[in-house]
Each structure stands twice: as C-alpha cells, then as structure tokens.
T-cell receptor, first 114, second 113 residues
Framework: GQQLNQSPQSMFIQEGEDVSMNCTSSSIFNTWLWYKQDPGEGPVLLIALYKAGELTSNGRLTAQFGITRKDSFLNISASIPSDVGIYFCAGQLGAAGTASKLTFGTGTRLQVTL | KAGVTQTPRYLIKTRGQQVTLSCSPISGHRSVSWYQQTPGQGLQFLFEYFSETQRNKGNFPGRFSGRQFSNSRSEMNVSTLELGDSALYLC????????????FGPGTRLTVL
C-alpha cells in the first residue's frame, strides 16, 4: 500500500533543541494530519491542517500545510524527554468535514537525550 | 470522555484460524475506521464504517471483513489467518462534524503462529 515519504527517518537530539521533520507525497491531499505514537499505544492526533499554506500551532508544536498540497512540515520547539516517540504524517483526500481514509507516512523516530 | 477502546489488547492465534476484534468508538462518534500496522508496510487503511455501512475499503483480501452496529461499535474479522496477518490492528473514530480528525484506540496486537 501507499506510504508517504517522511524525513528524517530517525533523529537523536538534545533536550532543549528544536526539531523539524517533513512529509512529501506524489499526489495532493486536501487535509494533512500529524500524529505521535508511543510504544504499545495507538497514534495520538497532534495537529490537523485544512488549507494550503496554513500554519497551525499546538503548544510547542507547529505544523504547516505545503502550498503545493503535496507536503507538510512539523516543528517541535525546545524538545523535552516526553517528546520521544514516532511521529507520523497522514494525508486525506477528503475535504474538511468529510471522512476518508488516511494515508500515513513512514514515520520519524525521535529520541531525546538529556 | 472515554477514548476509543479495543478488545482484546493481545491475541495469539494459529494459521488457518479466524479472529474477531472489537472497537468501541468515543461517545458520539459515528464513523469508525480500521488500520493495520506492521513494521514492513507501516499503517495501512482497511475499511471505514458509518451508520452501519461500509463507506471505504482498502486493498486487503476478502478474508478481512468488518461490520458496524447501531450503537456505532464495530468489529473486524479475519478468516483463515496467515502468518503475515500478525500486526497491530488499530481502530479510529471521528465525529461527523469533524470527520477528518480520527482518534485512535490502543490497538489489538495479533500474533499468528
């Protein structure tokens, strides 16, 4: 099945550093979402983006919906140990308010050292 | 508000058997989707149900099926299990008014021996 390309695949950073990751697709999406998954748990929704160019924040997290609608970016500022986990992007063809399947990225594994 | 619940959390089956997994969505959520997560293929969409009707289906063989009940609870069934069906099966629910935002349960870890 299709998976979106996420980079980097994994990253080790020090506590307090900022983190950037991105997600690219060969096709356009009308909605982009970012999830975080901890070991043994399901993905937790972090941010939802509905419009090309949109920039949305959730605490220390900021995500952007790319202008081409084929990419999205997630930034985490001042990382803390609990930011450890796997971050997934997900694209949806459905417009805002309509459910459709999520196509997930390959994931970015984040590890934070003290 | 309680989150999405899935039962059982862990399951071990042998090849050829069948299995039924259960999902209770967040109260008020009427759309339920199922995903399979494996190390090799990542998260893949199985199907989506709304008002007891399957609205979307992913590229999985007919051995994978599901249903939704009038209270929005959903079950998925896998028949004639294969080793490759070992995976984390995730259920997600969403509100009709914010249908894009899918909230996931903890998953059922299925191991096929």
């Amino acid at each position: 099945g299709q998976q979106l390309n996420q980079s980097p695949q994994s990253m080790f950073i020090q506590e307090g550093e900022d983190v950037s990751m991105n997600c690219t697709s060969s096709s356009i999406f009308n909605t982009w979402l970012w999830y975080k998954q901890d070991p043994g748990e399901g993905p937790v929704l972090l941010i939802a983006l509905y419009k090309a160019g949109e920039l949305t924040s959730n605490g220390r997290l900021t995500a952007q919906f790319g202008i081409t609608r084929k990419d999205s970016f997630l930034n985490i500022s001042a990382s803390i140990p609990s930011d450890v986990g796997i971050y997934f992007c997900a694209g949806q063809l459905g417009a805002a308010g309509t459910a459709s399947k999520l196509t997930f990225g390959t994931g970015t594994r984040l590890q934070v050292t003290l | 508000k309680a989150g999405v619940t899935q039962t059982p959390r862990y399951l071990i089956k042998t090849r050829g058997q069948q299995v039924t997994l259960s999902c209770s969505p967040i109260s008020g959520h009427r759309s339920v989707s199922w995903y399979q997560q494996t190390p090799g293929q990542g998260l893949q969409f199985l199907f989506e149900y709304f008002s007891e009707t399957q609205r979307n289906k992913g590229n999985f063989p007919g051995r994978f099926s599901g249903r939704q009940f009038s209270n929005s609870r959903s079950e998925m069934n896998v028949s004639t299990l294969e080793l490759g069906d070992s995976a984390l099966y995730l259920c997600a629910s969403s509100l009709l008014s914010r249908a894009n935002e899918q909230f996931f349960g903890p998953g059922t870890r299925l191991t096929v021996l």
